[in-house]
């Protein structure tokens, strides 16, 4: 029994410890090597991925997107060696081969174009696509390639890259499906990765490339600044020649070699020229010559230097005709130059521009340098503004000049006429002195008795020669004053003066039946005078008065004192001066219209008066209306000093 028993006994604990064993290797022992599969299989991959994350970076240029790309791909292909790993890349509806991992027969030709029906749906769905054989499939096309690879089975895992870009995908091919569980989210990896990491280069290429826009356009703005400035400083500087050019002809030069002369050389000085010259147009010769004071050409060379206007071969011809300004970069070489005076100054660079004032062309202005190519457009443009100041400049000083000439033949001129004047007159009064003398003589009785009218001829005579040496005596007086006679100045009683020529006039205003009288009060302050002259002009005025005034008239000559002046006056009730001609009566030979015929004189008198009075620094004038008589005025400045006594 207890046999049976531990028999019994020992039958279970062989069948537990036999089911023990079943169990484990039936259920545990599957499950714990799975598990430790699985576990490896989780390391692995944890490994792959911390691997090739660390190694990922965000490519810069486009071109190294590439090189990340093969590094994935051969870190797969190293996680499954067994594998054929194929990259596709879409385009134009095809897929082309852009790169491929495996032991292959023959090499395959990269950049081919493939086209199968599962690589179009695979990428259309966006998913991982598996054909565990791909002959169940129609993959006709694609024999040739599958069978280089000595791929059987393939799980295709589409990718999208950036934007814009092409679509990309993966295809995992092997003998066998068996791989295809392990190989799943490795595949799933790549593809995210290499998709993330186009976008973020993308990006960066788009950033890289907007910075790189931007630095191109800061670039052009800085370059466009440079330009600005250096347009600036040139405007500056046209600005300072210009203001130097028009200073010059405001300036103290006052004839036309040294005012052309000193703008010429700020033109040079400006435009870093060799050569500047004016050629202007000689009317009598039909020529252009070059004027004096031109830059860089001796005046030797330059009397060299003249262009027939008939010569069209010349540049400077041109420009004077046609008005176009002209420019080369070498005169010495331009068929459009005469290279004779190119060559004789050795110029290259030429700009001829022409000077013209308003309508009328008056020459040309040609700027020359012994470096070719050195003028621009822009100097040529400032140069015709310069040339336009520069006609007016020389117009300025060709009308000072001939004004200037034109005084000088005047007052040449007048200085004969003066000198004549006294010689004739002085001539003259001799023998009118010694007539004078005879007749009064004769008519005296002191030789013989005379008849009545032998009597009446001599005084005509006698009559004539009077107004012949009163005449003189004016035009003499007249070049005198003209020339530069000296008043003797003096302290003068204007008064006195009066007085003394009222009663010189008494006789002859009674003989004209004309009541005379002195007004002017004694005591009037003393001015600085000539006594002669005033003396003379006081007569002269009285004996208008006498002789204009009339039979029956009244003259009366007054003298008052008005501030810093003495003002003397002879009044009449004549007739008095139309007021047309009462601005006429000061001047030279002069005379009234109704006066001409009916009243002897010389049309001198208050020429003579006026400029005596001015010389003495004082003013004459006249009054009159028409029916009412005249009233000449002069006032002569009182003398500064007190009287003395
Ligand atoms: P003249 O007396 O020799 O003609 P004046 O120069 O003295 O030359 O005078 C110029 C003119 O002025 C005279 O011809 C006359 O017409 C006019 N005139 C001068 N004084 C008077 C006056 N008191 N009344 C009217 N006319 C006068």
């Given at each position: 029994m207890l046999q049976e028993l531990v028999g019994a006994g020992a039958l279970g604990a062989a069948g537990a410890f036999g089911a023990y064993w079943y169990l484990k290797f039936r259920d545990v022992l599957p499950k714990e090597s799975a598990l430790r599969a699985s576990q490896k299989a989780l390391a692995d991959f944890t490994t792959f991925t911390r691997e090739t994350m660390e190694r990922a970076y965000a490519p810069e240029q486009p071109e190294h997107y590439g090189d990340i790309t093969n590094y994935y791909l051969i870190k797969l292909h190293k996680?499954?060696?067994?594998?054929?790993i194929l990259l596709f890349e879409k385009g134009a509806g095809q897929w082309r081969l852009v790169n491929y991992l495996k032991h292959f027969k023959a090499e395959p030709k990269l950049l081919t174009s493939y086209k199968w029906s599962a690589l179009d749906r695979s990428s259309a769905e966006g998913e991982l696509l598996r054909f565990d054989d791909v002959r169940a499939g129609d993959y006709a096309g694609m024999e040739e390639l599958f069978s280089i690879f000595g791929v059987r089975s393939a799980l295709m895992c589409p990718f999208r890259p950036a934007a814009g870009a092409p679509e990309r995908l993966i295809l995992f091919g092997?003998?066998?499906?068996?791989?295809?569980?392990?190989?799943?989210?490795?595949?799933?990896?790549?593809?995210?990765?290499?998709?993330?990491?186009?976008?973020?280069?993308d990006k960066l290429f788009s950033l890289k490339k907007e910075a790189d826009q931007l630095k191109s356009e800061v670039n052009a703005v800085v370059k466009e600044l440079d330009v600005a400035g250096s347009r600036l400083i040139q405007r500056a500087k046209e600005r300072k020649a210009l203001y130097e050019v028009v200073t010059k002809a405001a300036g103290p030069d006052k004839d036309a070699q040294s005012g052309c002369s000193s703008i010429l050389n700020i033109v040079a000085k400006m435009m870093e020229a060799?050569?500047?010259?004016?050629?202007?147009?000689?009317e009598s010769k039909n020529e252009l010559v070059v004027s004096p004071g031109a830059y860089g050409i001796s005046d030797e060379d330059r009397m060299l230097y003249s262009i027939p206007v008939s010569n069209q071969a010349s540049a400077s011809v041109r420009t004077f005709l046609s008005r176009k300004p002209f420019i080369t970069e070498d005169a010495q070489d331009d068929p459009d130059v005469l290279t004779r005076y190119a060559k004789l100054w050795e110029i290259h660079s030429l700009m001829i521009v022409p000077i013209s004032l308003h309508d009328r062309i008056i020459g040309v202005m040609r700027v020359g340098s012994r470096r070719k190519d050195f003028f621009t457009p822009d100097q040529l443009e400032f140069l015709s503004i310069i040339a336009d100041e520069l006609a007016i400049i020389i117009e300025m000083f060709t009308l000072y000049e001939n004004l200037s000439r034109t005084a000088q033949e005047l007052g040449q001129l007048n200085k004969m006429k003066d000198e004549f004047l006294a010689t004739v007159s002085h001539e003259l009064k001799t023998p009118l002195t010694t007539i004078k003398g005879f007749v009064s003589v004769i008519l005296s009785g002191e030789v013989g008795p005379l008849n009545e009218q032998q009597t009446n001829f001599l005084n005509?005579?006698?009559?004539?020669?009077?107004?012949?040496?009163?005449?003189?005596?004016n035009l003499l007086d007249l070049s005198r004053l003209g020339g530069k006679v000296e008043m003797e100045l003096g302290r003068v009683d204007l008064a006195e003066l009066v007085r003394v020529s009222v009663s010189t006039m008494l006789l002859k205003a009674?003989?004209?039946?004309?009541?005379?009288?002195?007004?002017?009060?004694?005591?009037?302050?003393?001015?600085?005078?000539?006594?002669?002259?005033?003396?003379?002009?006081?007569?002269?005025?009285?004996?208008?008065?006498i002789k204009y005034a009339g039979k029956g008239a009244q003259v009366k000559v007054t003298g008052v004192e008005k501030g810093e002046v003495v003002v003397v006056c002879v009044e009449d009730n004549g007739p008095g001066i139309p007021a047309e001609e009462q601005k006429l009566v000061f001047d030279k030979f002069y005379r009234g219209r109704t006066s001409v015929n009916q009243v002897p004189g010389t049309g001198l008198g208050l020429a003579i008066s006026k400029s005596v009075v001015e010389k003495h620094?004082?003013?004459i004038w006249l009054e009159s209306k028409p029916g009412k008589g005249c009233k000449f005025c002069f006032a002569l400045p009182v003398a500064k000093t007190p009287k003395e006594g």
């Open positions: 996680a499954f060696p067994d594998s054929s092997a003998q066998s499906p068996a791989l295809f569980d392990a190989a799943h989210p490795y595949l799933r990896f790549v593809a995210s990765q290499l998709s993330s990491i186009s976008k973020v280069s060799d050569v500047v010259a004016t050629l202007l147009f000689d005509v005579t006698d009559q004539s020669v009077n107004r012949l040496t009163s005449l003189i005596t009674k003989e004209g039946s004309v009541d005379l009288r002195n007004e002017a009060p004694r005591g009037l302050p003393q001015v600085n005078a000539d006594t002669r002259w005033i003396s003379q002009v006081i007569d002269n005025l009285v004996i208008n008065a620094g004082g003013k």
